[in-house]
Structures are given as structure tokens and as C-alpha cells.
């Protein structure tokens, strides 16, 4: 209970500074009876993230099962438009880029190195050993890790009126449409945009 009304505190979009005092008020107790299960805000911050980040390796592994034996391209968008969407939903790109103290900002990069980036290397490795890329899969994990980090930092988003989910699809439509090479020799290009569909093709202007 204690922990999942710190995240809603704590992880709420817009929120600065989240007291003990707050969290307290908020639980209807006393910060001594939270001060017994946590020695300080810091250790009940890293249990509000084990949860959070407990909750996008569910989601990315469901996305992998959901997935199986389905075109490369498509494994590879479904995985990064819902670890788009955790990583958005939990702020996790604003908490390391400066939101909490220096200790939560690195426990917040390792996590999210280990539950999103180090998955996401391993399918590009995947992709290369089946020879299915063009491009070096240490290329491409390293321009979807930064389209990924902009854009849930990024006011684009907002600007266009968009999700960074629905961003992060158009980029990865957009990168991999020539990086990997189709399964089949002689596949043609619509059968590769069938693989790899672009963003909001219905609202391209002529």
C-alpha cells in the first residue's frame, strides 16, 4: 500500500517535490509508522521503482511472446513501441535525466539498461545472426536507444499532437524499412510494407 501511493506521488507527471509529509497525508498515517518499513525516502523510492520497472519487464516479455514467430520487423517495432510506452508511462527518461538525487538517476539508467536496452541488443544480435540486417546490429541498437530517449524527453510529441509511442513507430518504420533485408529473396516492397506498416499513412498529404 505504502509503495503504490508513493507511486502515484512520486511518478505523477508534472510533480517536483514530494514530501514524506505528502506521502503521510495522502496514506492517512503518521511518517513514523512509513519510516518503519522504510529508514528514508530514498529506499522507498528504489521500492517504488523495483515495482515500476517489475511491471515494463512483464509488458516487454508479453510483447516478445505476442510476437513469436512473426516477421523480424514486426518483433522489433511491437518491442519498442511498448517499451516506448512503460518507459513513458513511468517518467523513467526524465527520472535519469535529472528528477531525484544522483543515486536514483544511476539505479534509474541501470534499470533501464538492463530491462529495455540489453533485451533490445539481443534482438538486433538475433536479427544479424539470421541475416536478416544490413546495417551492424551495434548501428542500430545505438540510433533506437537515442530516438528512444528523445523523444520521451522531447516536446514533439505535444507539438504534434502525438504519443512518443506513435512517434517512436514512424522512426523505427523509418530506419529499419532499409536496414533489414527481407526474409525471403525477391520479396517486393509491398510485401515489405506489409511487414514494416508506416505511422498515420492515412493522414500523409499528397
Do not use: C, N, W
Not at 492517512?28 to 511491471?55: C, E
Not at 540510433?143 to 512518443?164: C, K, M, W, Y
Not at 532499409?178 to 499528397?206: F, K, S, Y
Amino acid at each position: 500500500m505504502i509503495v503504490e501511493a508513493a507511486g502515484r506521488l512520486f511518478l505523477a507527471p508534472g510533480s517536483v517535490r514530494v514530501s514524506m509529509d505528502d506521502l503521510a497525508r495522502e496514506l492517512g498515517m503518521s511518517k513514523k509508522t512509513i519510516y518503519r518499513h522504510f529508514p528514508d525516502k530514498r529506499s522507498l523510492l528504489a521500492a517504488v521503482l523495483d515495482r515500476q520497472f517489475a511491471a515494463v519487464e512483464r509488458t516487454l516479455a508479453a510483447a516478445a511472446q505476442d510476437a513469436q514467430g512473426q516477421p523480424f520487423g514486426v518483433r522489433v517495432q511491437r518491442f519498442l513501441l511498448a517499451a516506448g510506452s512503460e518507459l513513458g508511462r513511468i517518467g523513467a527518461a526524465q527520472l535519469a535525466a535529472g528528477r531525484g538525487d544522483a543515486v536514483l538517476r544511476q539505479y534509474v539508467e541501470q534499470r533501464v539498461d538492463a530491462v529495455v536496452y540489453r533485451r533490445l541488443d539481443e534482438l538486433f544480435r538475433d536479427g544479424h545472426r539470421q541475416g536478416l540486417l544490413s546495417a551492424p546490429p551495434e548501428l542500430l541498437s545505438e540510433i533506437t536507444r537515442g530516438a528512444l530517449e528523445r523523444l520521451l524527453t522531447s516536446r514533439l510529441p505535444r507539438e504534434l499532437d502525438r504519443t512518443a509511442a506513435d512517434l517512436l513507430r514512424a522512426s523505427v518504420d523509418t530506419v529499419l524499412y532499409g536496414a533489414i533485408r527481407p526474409a525471403h529473396p525477391g520479396i517486393g516492397d509491398e510485401q515489405l510494407e506489409a511487414v514494416i506498416p508506416t505511422a498515420r499513412d492515412e493522414e500523409v498529404g499528397p
